[in-house]
Nanobody
């Protein structure tokens, strides 16, 4: 059984920064890639960022490239999303997910475990 618990969300002004964390329980955390997705009100969930099992490879949605950084600490079974230069359009519930695979992927169907989400609100 794998459980993912996100934290670090909150309210921030435009231009500000937040760091999201996702703590994973269960074994084999370092075997799988991890990802972040988000869902804004009235919209479908969308891909944000992914990191490979080793942490060497990363991939970002165009909308966050250059502003967000994904990383992981396999010793602590934790994945992070550092968000900078936040915009009101970044407002969403952010979800952590574990991939079925070791390499980066932006396809939602490639992820089999999901956290409960953490709210990020960016005010203008």
């Amino acid at each position: 059984q794998v459980q993912l618990v996100e934290s670090g969300g909150g309210l921030v002004q435009a231009g500000g920064s937040l760091r999201l964390s996702c703590a994973a329980s269960g074994r084999s955390f370092s075997t799988y890639a991890m990802g972040w997705f988000r869902q804004a009100p009235g919209q479908e969930r969308e891909f944000v960022a992914t990191v490979s099992r080793s942490g060497v490879s990363t991939y970002y949605a165009d909308s966050v490239k250059g502003r967000f950084t994904i990383s992981r600490d396999n010793a602590k079974n934790t994945v992070f999303l550092q968000m900078a230069s936040l915009k009101p359009e970044d407002t969403a519930v952010y979800y952590c997910a574990r991939s079925k695979y070791s390499g980066v992927t932006d396809r939602e169907n490639d992820y089999d475990y999901w956290g409960q989400g953490t709210q990020v609100t960016v005010s203008s």
